[in-house]
């Protein structure tokens, strides 16, 4: 098991919601809460990008495409970092990653999110 672990993910209509976790189990509680954690994601085809983070003081910061929409919170005594993805839209399919604003843990697998479109009516008259 790797430094990190994300879970959560799926497969999700536009509109919808999902909460990701990441936990750290293998790292101890005195040297994760100073952490400022992050999340990061990446489509295919395209760098990672981070999302949201958190500081040790709960400030956060979020990318402007994702604002109003996802929340990023932390729980010390279970050092996990989760990320709220309220009203998903299929710009925001991805793999999920968390890491440290510096990126200096080793990556974990990540988790993948899928958004799909709310469709469109096709109506065929003869």
């Known amino acids: 098991q790797g430094q990190l672990v994300e879970s959560g993910g799926g497969l999700v209509q536009a509109g919808g919601s999902l909460r990701l976790s990441c936990r750290a189990p293998r790292m101890i509680t005195s040297v994760f809460n100073p952490l400022s954690m992050a999340w990061y994601r990446q489509a295919p085809g395209k760098q990672r990008e981070l999302v949201a983070s958190?500081?040790?003081?709960?400030?956060?910061t979020y990318e402007d495409s994702v604002k109003g929409r996802f929340s990023i919170y932390r729980d010390n005594s279970r050092k996990t970092v989760y990320l709220q993805m309220n009203n998903l839209q299929p710009d925001d399919s991805a793999v999920y990653f968390c890491?440290?604003?510096?990126?200096?843990?080793?990556w974990g697998q990540g988790t993948q999110v899928t958004v799909w479109g709310q469709g469109t009516q096709v109506t065929v008259s003869s």
């Open positions: 890491n440290t604003i510096e990126r200096n843990i080793d």
């Open positions: 958190i500081t040790s003081r709960r400030e956060t």
